[in-house]
């Protein structure tokens, strides 16, 4: 993977080896979602609601038919610090789906002047808890709390964010398959292979380097046989390297960032951003945007996701997707011992 004028990111692998499964659960075929075609423009467009409402469809199907056998629930459990509004949606939103797919839902909320110490007890508690198999602490934190503490101390086996270093640095290791993979970028590649869009000999180049959904959006393509390259603030040519790419992931954080010069046409783009700009038409005074201006890009695309709509429903059903697999190793670590 060709990191654009970016220094190579120190990561630190590791994966813990998991026992046969004495559970066996007959799954069906993935089914590849049809695309809507646009009536206006090149592109078809990825139906990110649609992809997730048939993925937590599945999760629904596969738990059902896991507690007939073994008589156990899978349990998300979600830390909410401080009272700002826009975590409160998404804590409220993750709890909701979590329950409507059969899990069952724990949560903790403290308040914004609570100490690091208090947030570690409470992730403490929820790791030595046998009916808790994913923890999300929702992000961000207060300032007074470091935030990395905070997530290195949530077990590996319940890291359902994919956060922990050990999940990161086994992503970048080949042959290391992480235990899980940050929900954003799962959720991307996700909408790819389900909507019929080859990445095995692509060139694909996301723009943006978080640790949270550029490097390992990164990662998951360079796994997927792609030729990746990431750029950023510093690289001088963004553009033009971007207009080479076949898979262009968007994650930068700047409203309409990527214009439809950066797109190969044919390509398929996908738009992790969500912005905010002022609109006088709206009664809200704003309206939502992506990191690529849409229009101009669905005018040269071969695939494109809106916003909203298309990459946000599915950070909620890859973390679902991922407690999931946390249940079903403990599930095997549990056969494994009788």
């Known amino acids: 993977m060709a990191l654009a004028n970016s220094q190579a990111q120190r990561l630190h692998g590791g994966r813990m080896a998991m026992r046969p499964s004495a559970v066996v659960v007959a799954r069906a075929p993935r089914r590849v ?17 649609k992809i997730a409402e048939d993925i937590r469809g599945e999760i629904a199907a596969e738990v059902k038919e896991l507690k007939a056998k073994t008589g156990k629930t899978p349990g998300l459990a979600v830390v909410l610090v401080g009272s700002r509004k826009d975590s409160e949606t998404y804590v409220r939103s993750k709890k909701k789906s979590s329950v409507e797919v059969g899990f069952e839902s724990f949560s903790t909320d403290l308040p914004e002047t609570a100490s690091e110490e208090e947030v570690l007890k409470v992730v403490a508690a929820y790791n030595a808890d046998p009916n808790v198999h994913g923890i999300l602490v929702q992000l961000p934190l207060p300032k007074h709390i470091n935030e990395q503490r905070v997530l290195d101390a949530i077990d590996i086996e319940k890291d359902v964010d994919g956060f922990h270093p050990q999940n990161i640095g086994a992503l970048a290791m080949r042959g290391r398959n992480p235990l899980f993979v940050p929900c954003t970028p799962k959720g991307c590649i996700e909408l790819l292979e389900r909507s019929g869009v080859p990445i095995a000999g692509k060139r694909a180049v996301v723009v943006g380097r978080s640790n949270i959904v550029g490097l390992p959006a990164a990662l998951l393509l360079q796994n997927r046989d792609a030729t990746v390259t990431m750029v950023h603030s510093r690289t001088p040519n963004a553009q033009q390297i971007a207009a080479e790419a076949d898979i262009l992931i968007a994650a930068c954080g700047k409203a309409e960032y990527v214009t439809g010069a950066w797109v190969k046409p044919g390509a398929a783009v996908v738009d ?36 909203p709509g298309g990459v946000g429903p599915m950070t909620i059903a890859m973390l679902l997707k991922n407690t999931l697999e946390g249940y079903k190793h403990a599930l095997k670590g549990h056969s494994a011992k009788h």
């Open 272 to 307: 992790v951003g969500i912005n905010a700009v002022s609109d006088a038409t709206k009664k809200t005074g704003y309206r939502l945007v992506g990191d690529v201006k849409y229009d101009e890009a669905a005018a040269k695309a071969g695939w494109i996701t809106p916003v």
């Open 33 to 49: 979602v049809q695309v809507q075609a646009a009536t206006a423009q090149a592109a078809k467009i990825i139906d990110g609601k």
